[in-house]
């Protein structure tokens, strides 16, 4: 029987991975997909905080942080002192401006493909991971789990 924790390990690897294939298809084999939601973002918004960037995309700073320092090794990202020499400003690179037309091309095929393998579930994905990440911030797994007995 396999486990739920890898069914979803193996749902996001067949998804991230295709749609790394593309980046990598195209030249950019350092450029990871959960890049384009923090370009997308700086893109819209201009540079910004680690913090600020985190909010926006909704996830931790941590994850936000990793995410920055994996961008900026790949240069797609620079980091600057803000105002207040605690925090670092985002800010994007020509390389991930250029990339840009491929982000936007990538995203909307994602879109396209996510739409149609909604149209092949019983619930479309991002309704059932929502109401999934809500039901768990209402009650954690950890406290569904209960006492363990040995």
Do not use: C
Not at 46 to 61: C, F
Not at 81 to 89: K, L, P, Q, S, V
Not at 103 to 124: F, M, N, R
């Amino acid at each position: 029987m396999i486990g739920l924790g890898t069914l979803m390990r193996h749902v996001h690897e067949l998804m991230d991975g295709a749609v790394a294939d593309v980046y990598a298809e195209h030249g950019l084999p350092e450029y990871r997909p959960r890049f384009s939601p923090v370009v997308r973002t700086l893109v819209a918004n201009g540079p910004m905080s680690i913090g600020d960037l985190a909010a926006a995309i909704g996830v931790t700073h941590s994850a936000a942080s990793q995410t920055v320092i994996q961008m900026r090794r790949g240069d797609f990202v620079t980091l600057e002192r803000g105002a207040d020499a605690r925090h670092r400003i985002v800010h994007l690179t020509g390389k991930a401006r250029a990339a840009l037309p491929l982000i936007e091309a990538e995203w909307a095929a994602t879109e396209k493909a996510v739409a149609e393998l909604d149209a092949e579930l019983p619930v479309p994905l991002a309704e059932l991971m929502t109401a999934t990440l809500e039901a768990l911030e209402r009650r954690p797994f950890r406290a569904r789990m209960g006492d363990i007995e040995l």
